[in-house]
């Protein structure tokens, strides 16, 4: 008896073996054969696998960069150029899809009929156009119908537009650091104080007016600096140059190309169009009885949206959301298309033509792409957790 | 006649209607003479007052006009629907302008104002879109390079997928079976053959000279064939008992789903030809199909075991009592339902995929947006970018939105059943 029950035991645990043998024996089977292959092909060019190359002077240069980079400087470097114009972009697009997302969402369930007919039809047409024809359009159609730079778009006198892209005023700081540094402490500070005012709240039913204490402390510690800590800000306006007959540009001020304009453009309002939909499910997804039993103890529409429809919708909404907040730092990539110098045109593109390093380069980049969705997506988790339901 | 201006009631309806009328009347007046005869009647009135008159007189009149359960039927449906606060009419109005303001203009760009006879573009004199431009290269836009002669093969291969499809909604389910191996298994390599040639006395025509809006549903329909047996797989794969297979299915999924498919192209294009021996060379729109298929199975593998998840356990504990093994309780029991309860989800890959092939253009193939670059940049055509993008996105835009409301159809149709 036990020795037959101990029979079927093996040959259940073999039945089992087998496949995973198989798919171990496999994956290793292809990756040998991969890697002699790519180790006689590399060989064959002259070259060997390592990433020494890093280290070696680019030679090219990027025609945007948030931090100081030219030629003479390290392909490590320009992959940190390309690393940081990814996130520019993502983090522009991530906000503005936000908000652009969450108001149609809204609107969408308005009760006024054109409104809601409005958001409807900007969702379904910008969702069903390919996201690379929208970066086309704006960048080859509608960004360069801009006027010339010499009769460029005015904007009160301190910001301008036109078809080279938008010029904005540079802050100038003196002593920055400090100001940096009050701004951090006002965040911790403020952190405390909520605590404090929620214990408060708690434990003697005191209402502390939050709003008030928290605008005083982030704008006058800051402010603080500027009166006693020698903090200065100036504003260099761009001005208009011309270097000859009929060469205009502008000098001073911060430029910001068009390529980051309409990549920018192009990417939230993709995006919010998937947003608004998440939105829309998770206002509908709230109980009727709800919105109900607010309005029946008194509150104001925006009151039951804000206090009582928003924060049980948000469970409904954050989960699918980071999916696009994902999707949109993805899709940062066709950047490649137009030209914006992110870290698959800088890296995956110029530097692999000169060094030919494929094999090193695209896994660098695809680690990248792993590294940033791995930290959304772990950050949206913690926040998920954070506004779940707390049972006592 | 005690009015008391600021509180519309019912008892005064008509002057308030008549009141409120005219200060919309004057609104729309004030707005209308502005846009189409250029002329500002308020103009006397400083320019920042004047700019926003319309907004003034249009938010006053809808307030005179908002009276609750007035017992006018008309009037209590606009107020319900326009009018429910000041904030609602300001909104309706603002929306109202929007749309007197730019829908003229971008009617008369597309329609009235544009050029449609000639060939060239010294035919589009108008002030509107040049469809000359598209009309013109519309061959190219559709065939892409393919030689004109040969394009009655693209032709029949479409006119024989779109019959065994609509055979097979048709067909009882006898023979639906058999057209649906027939699409999935023997249509493939048919299509294949007869766009490619090379055999059976029809012309070779090598894959770089695929391309238009033919190559953008060939890539759309391959990859979704073929992402489709991986995908499950696959997601059988990550629910599977066996730790080594279960890992092996999560860090494949995770991998492609973590990674932007303009990086999986350039894999495709530049970093596979280093793992094949010395002088193997694969045609480039295999490797991209291969590129895009293993990249949509995995968000398809997602989408799939999202069924099987949703699926009551009592489904599987009752195939495995009858004595089912594995493959026949997922293929006979637990897939068709699961497959069914997820077809939205199938829908939006499939979507997704559809909106992803331009990006093919990274190793060189032009679809219908790489061909309209194409065509922008030929130098008799220069400045049509717009009229391109337009269309294209007209034509990219009809497929989705078709496809996304037959997929809501299709669901609705499904869940009156269950």
Not at chain 1, 230 to 255: A, D, H, M
Not at chain 2, 149 to 169: H, P, Y
Request: aromatic residues 14%; charged residues 15%.
């Amino acid at each position: 008896m036990n020795f037959k029950n101990f029979k079927i035991d093996l040959s259940n645990k073999k039945k089992d073996l087998i496949p995973q043998v198989l798919t171990v024996l496999l994956i290793i089977l292809a990756v040998v054969y991969f890697s002699i292959n790519a180790q006689n092909n590399m060989g064959n060019r002259g070259i060997s696998f390592g990433f020494g190359f890093l280290s070696q002077e680019s030679s090219f240069d990027i025609t945007f960069s948030l931090i100081d980079y030219d030629g003479s400087d390290s392909y490590a470097r320009a992959f940190l150029v390309g690393l940081l114009n990814t996130i520019l972009v993502s983090a522009i697009g991530i906000f503005f899809a936000t908000i652009l997302g969450v108001t149609v969402g809204i609107a969408r369930l308005s009760q006024n009929y054109l409104i809601a007919k409005a958001a409807t039809w900007y969702v379904e047409i910008f969702r069903n156009i390919p996201l690379i024809l929208q970066i086309f359009f704006w960048y080859f159609a509608a960004l360069r119908a801009l006027p010339l730079t010499v009769d460029s778009i005015n904007f009160y006198d301190i910001s301008f537009l036109n078809v080279k892209g938008w010029y904005v005023p540079k802050f100038i700081w003196t002593n920055f650091s400090l100001f940096f540094y009050s701004l951090i402490a006002a965040f911790i500070l403020l952190f405390f104080v909520s605590k404090y005012a929620k214990k408060q709240r708690d434990e003697i039913g005191k209402h502390l007016p939050m709003l008030p204490i928290s605008l005083a402390i982030l704008i006058g510690l800051p402010f603080l600096t500027f009166l006693i800590g020698g903090v200065s800000l100036s504003f260099q306006i761009p001005e208009l140059n011309q270097l000859s007959k009929t060469v205009y540009v502008y000098r001073g001020g911060v430029s910001i190309i068009p390529e980051l304009i309409s990549l920018a453009l192009a990417l939230s309002m993709y995006t919010a169009t998937f947003i608004a939909e998440n939105v829309r499910a998770g206002i509908l997804g709230i109980n009727k009885g709800q919105k109900e039993a607010a309005a029946s103890i008194g509150l104001t529409k925006g009151q039951i949206l804000k206090l009582i429809i928003m924060p049980q919708a948000l469970r409904i909404i954050i989960p699918p959301t980071t999916n696009q907040y994902l999707n949109l730092t993805k899709n940062s990539s066709l950047a490649a298309a137009i030209a914006y110098p992110d870290i698959v045109l800088v890296f995956a593109g110029t530097a692999l033509m000169q060094t030919g390093r494929a094999i090193e380069i695209i896994s660098i980049t695809m680690l990248t792409y792993l590294t940033l969705s791995l930290s959304i997506s772990v950050f949206m988790n913690w926040y998920n957790t954070k506004m779940a339901i707390k049972e006592k | 006649m005690n009015i008391n201006i600021l509180k519309p009631k019912k008892e005064n309806l008509t002057n308030y209607i008549v009141l409120g009328g005219f200060f919309i009347f004057i609104a729309l007046l004030d707005l209308l003479t502005n846009v189409f005869f250029n002329w500002n009647f308020t103009g006397f009135l400083p320019a920042k007052f004047s700019y926003f008159t319309p907004l003034i007189f249009g938010t006053l009149g809808l307030y005179l006009i908002r009276i609750e359960f007035s017992g006018n039927k008309l009037l209590d449906k606009i107020n319900v629907n326009f009018n429910s606060s000041n904030f609602n009419a300001i909104l309706t109005l603002l929306v109202t302008f929007a749309l007197i303001k730019f829908v003229p203009p971008l009617l008369n760009w597309f329609i009235f104002d544009a050029n449609f006879l000639g060939n060239t573009k010294e035919d589009c004199t108008g002030s509107g879109a040049c469809w000359v431009f598209v009309k013109v290269w519309l061959n190219r836009f559709v065939y892409g390079m393919y030689p004109d002669a040969e394009q009655w093969r693209i032709n029949t291969a479409f006119f024989i997928l779109f019959m065994a499809v609509g055979a097979s909604f048709f067909a009882s389910t006898k023979y639906k079976k058999y057209l649906i191996i027939f699409l999935l298994f023997i249509y493939p390599i048919i299509g294949f053959k007869l766009i490619s040639g090379g055999d059976f006395g029809l012309k070779f025509v090598e894959t770089g000279a695929w391309g238009g809006l033919s190559l953008t549903f060939i890539v759309s329909a391959f990859s979704l064939i073929l992402c489709f047996p991986v995908g499950m797989l696959l997601a059988l794969g990550r629910r599977s008992n066996l730790p080594a297979i279960r890992y092996t299915s999560i860090g494949f999924i995770e991998l492609w789903r973590g990674v932007p498919l303009i990086t999986v192209l350039f894999m495709s294009a530049v970093m596979f030809p280093m793992f094949l021996p010395d002088g193997t060379y694969v045609d480039k729109l295999i490797r991209v199909l291969i590129a895009i298929t293993l990249f949509e199975a995995a968000y398809m593998a997602e989408v799939i075991r999202g069924g099987l998840q949703a699926l009551p356990k009592g489904q599987y504990e009752a195939a495995k009592s009858l004595g089912m093994g594995y493959w026949r309780m997922h293929f006979l029991i637990i897939l068709p339902q699961a497959l069914k309860l997820v077809i939205p989800g199938i829908a939006n890959t499939f979507l997704a995929l559809v909106k992803d092939t331009p990006l093919i253009f990274v190793v060189g193939l032009l679809e219908l947006a790489g061909m309209v670059n194409l065509a922008k940049t030929n130098p008799k055509w220069l400045g049509m970018a717009m009229e391109g993008y337009v269309f294209a996105g007209l034509v990219f835009w009809v497929i989705c939105y078709s496809m996304s409301r037959y997929s809501q159809n299709l669901e609705k149709k499904l869940s009156t059943e269950r």
